[in-house]
């Protein structure tokens, strides 16, 4: 098993990263639409918002992650196999 290099380990941090800075944004975000449309603030409505958006938005970040990290760190090429040649 191959060990990722430290450049695809970086790449994730940060991609991770950004997911939380942007998930915490759409939180709020969501938050200040329901606000300024009327809506009733109960606490569930806020509990669902913050999860439904939150848990959203940091899946789709952390799966974009992954597949950002294993493109960078070769493990898709190397489980492919060699290309057959042609002829």
């Known amino acids: 098993m191959a060990i990722i290099t430290g450049s695809a380990a970086r790449t994730f941090r940060l991609l991770v990263g950004i997911s ?3 998930a915490g944004v759409s939180i709020a ?3 200040f639409y329901l606000w300024l449309s009327g809506a009733p603030m ?3 409505v806020i509990l ?3 999860f439904g958006v939150g ?3 940091l899946v789709a970040g952390g799966l974009m992650a992954l597949l950002y990290t294993s493109a960078q760190s ?3 090429s190397r489980a492919a ?3 057959p040649r042609k002829g």
């Open 74 to 76: 070769g493990h898709d």
């Open 42 to 44: 109960r606490p569930a």
């Open 29 to 31: 975000l969501t938050l």
């Open 55 to 57: 848990l959203t938005v």
């Open 81 to 83: 196999g060699p290309t």
């Open 20 to 22: 939380i800075v942007v």
């Open 48 to 50: 669902v918002a913050i």
